[in-house]
């Protein structure tokens, strides 16, 4: 998705990473009601961070 490897990177949910196997599943309501749109937009806001996290490294 964004330069390489997102797998086991967790998810992003309300703006903070969870870990993609333990609560996934306690978040799995939220994220049903969530739009792709918005999916596509923390996404492309993940993406951007990794940017800014690489360019001032």
């Known amino acids: ?3 390489g490897d997102y797998e ?4 992003m949910v309300n ?3 969870v870990d993609s ?4 599943s306690d978040q799995t309501e939220n994220v049903k009601k969530n739009s792709d749109r918005n999916a ?3 996404l492309k806001e ?3 961070s990794i940017v ?3 360019t001032f490294d």
């Open 40 to 42: 596509e937009v923390a």
């Open 46 to 48: 993940h993406c951007e």
């Open 52 to 54: 800014v996290n690489q």
């Open 21 to 24: 196997e333990a609560k996934v």
């Open 1 to 3: 998705m964004c330069n």
């Open 8 to 11: 086991g990177k967790g998810v």
């Open 15 to 17: 703006r903070q990473w």
